[in-house]
């Protein structure tokens, strides 16, 4: 039977393999086979430019060196230097900017740090970032989750209360960390590591993640003095009921009022876009009025407690105070490495972001050597943790500025700040820097993406779910484990359990879709069509292997026809490529189908499996031209002639 | 422009979606419409019925009850009891068979044990298997690569020879864990999970592994006394080197007659399979024979060390021994847990080989469970891990014995041994033994299987070669952790930088196909044909974007005709699932190439997909039903005849 089928064969060169006719036939059936077309197999090869397109596309995808093309050779030059420092790229056009207050104080006490280190790391990072930075709308400061990470990584292991100067170099030993990781992931290429972060677990982490930021501003909000150091919702809540004896009335009314008005301003500023300057200017004006309210009051006295004096001057020199001591080694790589990716995550995202409303290009791998060495010089100038914020730069893209220079104008606003405005600082409450960060971070509960994605894809929705449990209930690295290890976990788990599909003949067509979707298809008698929707690999051969043969043994089995299955056609087309253990599962197939008197088709393998059947093919001859063809329609067409003519 | 082409659209129904026609066309326009097929949506499905055959796909994917459907209750019963011990199903049929003697004393001091544990392996589980396992040709017992690695992790936490007893506890604990691990993931039907050891994994890892078993029988073959305790290849030879003044020559010349003789019978059985007994009695025969020389000799007396004394008796129970102190209960647990999974993995690939040539079905859920339930019963009767061997069951394959009974037979045996022959192994020297195992485990180096995977797939030559390497110059255990982890990583490399192609017309028909493979098909002026072939997920949609703006960018700035590209045409097949970010991705595409004065038609969704654009077209409908369609060829005709129609 097989082998007098005449069909196109494949060649050895991949093209031109001419009308091959077993036997001497009736002219009939070379009419019948002059539709075929034949399955080519891609140019041959070698595997060292098979390697070198593959390293290509994994870790040089965005070409960046493409514009350099065919260029004089000054001219590359110049592109070279502009690809370094975009700042020049620029600033002959730079255009001046709203600024907006930010106060990184906050953030800051969320890492466990002293507020004038946030205050530092509003100064040098814009400054580094406006140099190097690609984004013209990322606006560069602490944000809230990596503070926290990094404050909750490390007091682990070392309380900042009992031994403050060693949780400082930690901090910024953490910093030089991250920033390493950061630089490293940019010029290793190897930046699609922060892809593995989905937007369900980002939309899950973020959400639980503002909630464990804003339990930790009960502290003051409340006025407990005796609080916590722990993060979690219970034992959080734990310590809020145990200190009821600690809550100060006048702090809780000033929180209140101040949180009122923060929110207020924020809900003004979406309902009417055009009013954003309204939650841009609120922070500062409630550290200002709360200021004014609490010195002329003399409200600390009344259980108000607040931020005390702080030092003028701008950032000392901290290289001295990197801390490469091998007992601490282990817990700041780590910590740098959580608050490096996320931090990254983060800046990336928010820089894609804003270039995809603006149309322009974000080269992902430079922002994170940007990223990464910002960091770096900052963990040498007494700043932590700094990366592109959402808040602010949505801010920035409102305003309209149009460059990196407004991350240069907030620079120069936090270096008057910190020479000049010091002493101002010294009656600002604590309770109002509470009120701001969780009026920043609630805006991180995104209930309309949770919807939607619940509506889109349950099992999405069980990460995003774990994501916020684990965070809120465990810890937030390990809720962000668990997230990230679903997500991969469900990828894996398509692999290996691949949909495979039967499928019909559209009426009256050569089309061939599966029957579930298309209720128009109907069976071809004589043929069990099936595709494959996966990579065939050692996750799924067995899966496949069984499958396949219970659908033969049902096929075969039912009904009385049972004779009648003679052919059963494998649908390559949704298979993108295939490994050794794949190929012996086609080998095997082959051999078992053949026991049961049935032959074995395959149809449209894309070009990487063409080729690998094609060396299997050289070394055993398992796959003859005559059963692979290009469509299934061809198939069954050629197919069924032949079982006509070879019919009694 | 949108919106005044008519086409079918799909409806909420799924079927019947009739000719939509946008304004009042000429009838030229509708009769160009009449090939067209709508793409139709998956009928609806509750999720509650989704997961439902999501799980079942996953957990049961063999369908293990289908046998059961539409037979009375009484049948079921006696089904079900035959379910759970297959033994009922073959004993009334069952045909005597050669038995092979095997020496599950080598084994045991692979794994560090006292060789008298070896014999009890070889005497319960068997039996145990012939009550539960499924395979009819499965021969249970030690293997050595389960016994190498159970005695490499013991030894990291207690040495052997200083506390015996505690070591066999914890052999005994951990044999038990191992038990419980197979016949939990068998009962939960997580079988897939030794799927993810993929064939070049085990190429590389049993090579391996041979290496290191190989090296540690030096200790026997050249007679030395103080050997090292480590496994790797390069603690061992220079272990080997520093001792030279031990070594024996009378013990080394026996090593090299056996090792020739058994080697020289394994040749013989290969090359004339007929004669598989003489390889299969050659272990016995050796062991006689020198047994016989150092008792007429006295050979112990010059330095021939002798096996010694063992005990008559049958099994003692040992279930009192086990030993769940929190101290060691971590070590017990990773060490059931990877011999378990190892061994499992063995004994199922094993059962599947002999399953498929003699063309029955293994059920490899009921084989975990069945050889689970032997390792915890073992670990009850001082025995530790056992599973199916390849090469004993080889044997009976080649014996042609067609039932477990086989099993039986070879427990009999070592039932007779231990209760009869046990003073008989005293003059027994260590050396044959050593011999027996390199005869035996030299068959796991898979030459040609290591050629086989050069050949087909460099990658997995690399994980090959990443495993073989990890486990003889690192360690057992983590040169398999990092072949699994290569592996795990290169499937989700493969998500993360999936392949897409640019497709062309094929001449002559309306078939397009990728223009790299085949070089007949030829571009068609005005539209961007790409296809993707991965799902599309979070973890490639930053890719898939960057990756087709690029395209667009190079296309419309390609040449003079820069107004020529009109459609992006986005063909689906390929794209089993979809998550939310992808649909995030796609909306994107729309609205970004919807800038640039492009359209976006999506060629093909397969139901998942398909279900997921038309959720998202209810919520904000962006994929009218004019930019979906069911094959390029009809998306091409169509819309050129537009683009015709409405040229100046």
Chains 1, 2 share one sequence.
Not at 11 to 35: H, K, P, R, S
Not at 533 to 560: H, Q, V
Not at 576 to 592: E, H, Q, V
Not at 623 to 648: C, H, I, N, Q, R
């Amino acid at each position: 039977m097989v082998g007098m089928r005449g069909a196109y064969g494949y060649n050895d060169n991949g093209n031109e393999g001419g009308v091959v006719v077993g036997g001497g036939e009736a002219e009939a059936e070379i009419a019948a086979m002059a539709v075929l077309h034949k399955v080519a197999a891609p140019p041959a090869q070698s595997t060292a430019s098979k390697l070198k397109a593959r390293v290509k596309e994994t870790f040089f995808p965005d070409d960046p060196f493409r514009g350099f093309k065919g260029k004089p050779l000054t001219t590359k030059w110049v592109m070279a230097v502009q690809y370094l420092f975009p700042i020049l790229d620029w600033v002959p056009s730079y255009s001046f900017s709203l600024f907006k207050s930010d106060l990184g104080i906050s953030y800051a006490k969320l890492a466990s740090l002293p507020p004038i280190i946030g205050l530092y790391s509003s100064f040098v990072p814009p400054m580094v970032y406006a140099v190097l930075g690609s984004s013209r709308d990322l606006a560069v400061g602490p944000v809230s989750i990596a503070s926290l990470i990094m404050g909750s990584m490390l007091r682990q292991a070392v309380s900042p209360a009992a031994e403050p100067l060693l949780f400082l170099q930690l901090a910024f030993t953490s910093t030089f960390f991250a920033g390493l990781v950061q630089a490293s992931l940019g010029i290793l290429r190897l930046g699609f590591i922060i892809d593995f972060l989905s937007k369900a677990t980002l939309v899950g982490f973020m959400a639980g993640a503002a909630i464990i930021v804003s339990l930790q501003q009960l502290k003051a909000l409340l006025g407990i003095v005796h609080f916590t150091t722990e993060m979690g919702l219970v034992p959080v809540m734990a310590s809020v009921i145990h200190h009821t004896k600690e809550w100060s009335w006048q702090t809780i009314l000033m929180a209140v009022c101040f949180l009122v008005l923060l929110l207020t301003a924020r809900h003004v500023s979406m309902k009417w876009p055009k009013l954003f300057w309204v939650s841009a200017c609120a922070p500062l004006a409630c550290v200002i009025v709360s200021t004014l309210l609490v010195f002329l009051f003399k409200a600390q006295k009344h259980g108000i407690s607040i931020i005390g004096q702080l030092k003028c001057g701008l950032n000392r020199p901290s290289w001295d105070k990197l801390l490469f001591d091998p007992q601490y080694l282990g817990l700041t790589v780590k910590t740098g490495l959580v608050t490096g990716i996320i931090s990254l995550t983060e800046g990336v995202a928010v820089g894609r972001t804003f270039a995809s409303l603006k149309d322009y290009q974000v080269d992902g791998n430079k922002e994170m050597m940007a990223i990464g060495l910002m960091n770096i010089v900052g963990s040498c100038t007494s700043c932590y943790v700094t990366t592109g914020a959402f808040s602010r730069s949505a801010v920035n893209h409102n305003a309209g500025c149009k460059t990196a220079m407004s991350n240069v104008i907030m620079a120069l606003t936090v270096m008057v700040t910190l020479l000049f405005l010091m002493p101002l600082f010294v009656y600002t409450p604590n309770v109002v820097l509470g009120a701001i960060i969780i009026a920043a971070v609630i805006g991180l509960i995104d209930l309309p993406a949770v919807y939607n994605i619940w509506k889109m894809d349950k099992m999405d929705f069980l990460v995003c779910l774990c994501a916020f449990a684990g965070v809120i209930f465990i810890s937030v690295q390990q809720g962000l484990a668990i997230a990230v290890g679903i997500s991969i976990f469900r990828v894996l788990l398509q692999i290996t359990r691949p949909k495979m599909m039967i499928q019909g003949n559209i009426k009256g067509t050569d089309i061939y879709r599966n029957l579930h979707q298309y209720k128009d298809a109907q069976r071809v008698p004589g043929f069990l069509i099936l595709t494959v929707e996966a990579p065939i690999n050692f996750a799924n051969t067995n899966y496949l292997n069984e499958r396949i043969k219970r659908w033969i043994e049902e096929e075969s089995s039912a009904g009385t026809k049972q004779s009648e299955l003679h052919f059963v056609i494998l649908d390559l087309s949704a298979v993108p490529a295939i490994d050794t253990s794949g190929i012996s599962f086609l080998i095997d197939l082959k051999k078992s189908t053949e026991k049961h008197g049935l032959e074995l088709i395959l149809v449209n393998p894309t070009g990487e499996v063409m080729e690998k059947i094609q060396r299997a093919n050289d070394a055993h001859g398992h796959f003859k031209s005559d059963s692979l063809y290009l469509t299934t329609g061809e198939a069954v067409a050629s197919l069924s002639t032949f079982s006509k003519m070879t019919a009694p």
